[in-house]
């Protein structure tokens, strides 16, 4: 299988989710669903090589120095892991107590949790960020390899996608 994405980092989190489902005019021991769930999952972040122009890399005449335009590190899906997560509290009224004992009917509500649980990992990924971790990682990285190919100056920039194709002419232009 022919990989094209650099995995740069990854985080494990912890995020606690609270969901609610009130009914009108009714009070929430006659009608209603509260759920807390405890999510744990990892979120990886990596650089996509697929989006690399012919004029990524640039190395000057005199092969001492070369140049590398990179896209901007991306969030992968978060991944929610079933068997450590769980749900931590579920207060539910009588007629909705009821209705779980005569259905057999899979709860839409475990869907809507594992929805809302990928996007607060994602938050939670990107508020200690993660994509700068991996974009720090990947600079490193490829700086090692640079030079121990023999090449004394290395410049690695990341760009937005939009932006890819002009900046790496800009960066080309640098060292022509």
């Known amino acids: 299988r022919d990989l094209s994405e650099y995995h740069a980092a990854t985080g494990q989190y912890q995020v606690v989710i609270d969901i609610q489902q009130d009914a009108k005019f009714l009070p ?28 990524a890399v ?7 120095s070369v140049s590398i335009t990179l896209p901007r590190a991306q969030l992968s899906k978060p991944n929610v892991d079933p068997d450590q997560s769980r749900v931590l509290n579920q207060d539910l009224g009588v007629i909705d107590r009821l209705g779980n ?10 869907q809507q949790m594992y929805q809302v649980a990928e996007q607060r990992l994602a938050d939670a990924a990107r508020q200690v960020g993660l994509q ?20 004394t100056t290395v410049d690695i920039t990341f760009v937005n996608p939009a932006a890819g194709e002009n900046a790496a002419r800009a960066a080309l232009a640098r060292f022509l």
């Open 101 to 110: 004992l005569f259905s057999d009917q899979p709860n839409p509500q475990n």
């Open 58 to 64: 640039s190395v000057s005449a005199d092969r001492k």
């Open 28 to 55: 929430d021991i006659i009608k209603g669903k509260r759920t807390i769930f405890l999510a744990i999952g990892s979120v990886d972040s990596y650089v996509d090589f697929r989006k690399l122009g012919d004029d």
């Open 132 to 151: 700068k971790r991996a974009e720090d990682n990947t600079r490193a990285t490829l700086d090692k390899l640079m030079r121990s190919l023999g090449f």
